[in-house]
């Protein structure tokens, strides 16, 4: 007969940790698999910027390659903290190249949208399975989104200031030296007061 601190033991190897519901868990992954496509759709658009001489836009476009890797470790992590199991799954190719620097911004921003649906409906189930440790962890990616996608609106308005499709040489030389070193976040609606607005 075991002795009860065996019992115990055995009953803690056998216990289920992981704080994540299969379904959550699930969507969790997706999410991790969709932040690495979006890393390797950005890589290859900023490839592409390069081979068209845009070296600022690329690097401003590696960049938030970079970003959106960073993203999907931090949903590992997460996953892996609350007891589950991350899995790494296959990401399909990224799109054709952009058609002109108007096609790769619209494509930002609607990539940018489409990722802020996904963490919506992520926000949305941990709220429906009142998982608020995975509520609590979605705000920080709720608060990305708005910056991510003012960021990508930006990216369009420039380029329309520019002349859009017909700017000038001088134009896009002019923007592309200002997107190599543009900050990679922007001022959020929570931070404006009176006194600085914008």
């Given at each position: 007969?075991?002795?009860?601190?065996?019992?115990?033991?055995?009953?803690?190897?056998?216990?289920?940790?992981?704080?994540?519901?299969p379904?959550?868990?699930?969507?969790?992954?997706?999410?991790?698999t969709?932040?690495?496509?979006?890393?390797?759709i950005?890589l290859?658009?900023?490839?592409?910027?390069?081979?068209?001489?845009?070296?600022?836009i690329?690097?401003?476009?590696y960049?938030h390659?970079?970003?959106?890797?960073?993203?999907m470790?931090?949903?590992?992590?997460?996953?892996l903290d609350?007891?589950?199991?991350?899995?790494?799954?296959a990401?399909?190719?990224?799109?054709e190249?952009?058609?002109?620097l108007?096609?790769?911004?619209?494509?930002?921003f609607?990539?940018?949208?489409?990722?802020?649906?996904?963490?919506?409906?992520?926000?949305?189930l941990?709220?429906?399975?009142?998982d608020?440790?995975?509520?609590?962890?979605?705000?920080?990616?709720?608060?990305?989104?708005?910056?991510?996608?003012?960021?990508?609106?930006?990216?369009?308005?420039?380029?329309?200031?520019a002349?859009?499709?017909?700017?000038s040489?001088?134009?896009?030389?002019?923007?592309?030296?200002?997107?190599?070193?543009?900050?990679?976040?922007?001022?959020?609606?929570?931070?404006?007061?009176?006194?600085?607005?914008?």
């Amino acid at each position: 007969m075991l002795s009860l601190a065996y019992k115990q033991i055995f009953k803690y190897l056998n216990m289920n940790t992981n704080r994540l519901s299969p379904r959550m868990q699930e969507a969790l992954i997706k999410q991790m698999t969709k932040e690495a496509h979006a890393s390797q759709i950005f890589l290859s658009y900023g490839c592409w910027a390069d081979v068209k001489g845009y070296g600022g836009i690329a690097n401003f476009l590696y960049r938030h390659s970079q970003e959106e890797r960073n993203h999907m470790i931090k949903f590992m992590r997460y996953i892996l903290d609350r007891g589950g199991e991350a899995r790494v799954e296959a990401i399909p190719a990224p799109p054709e190249n952009p058609r002109n620097l108007t096609d790769a911004f619209n494509k930002v921003f609607e990539h940018e949208v489409d990722n802020t649906t996904a963490i919506y409906e992520i926000v949305n189930l941990s709220f429906e399975e009142k998982d608020w440790a995975t509520w609590n962890f979605m705000q920080w990616f709720v608060k990305e989104q708005i910056e991510e996608e003012k960021l990508a609106l930006e990216l369009i308005d420039k380029l329309k200031i520019a002349g859009g499709d017909s700017a000038s040489d001088e134009s896009l030389f002019t923007l592309d030296k200002a997107l190599e070193s543009a900050p990679d976040d922007v001022s959020l609606p929570q931070e404006a007061t009176a006194e600085n607005p914008s």
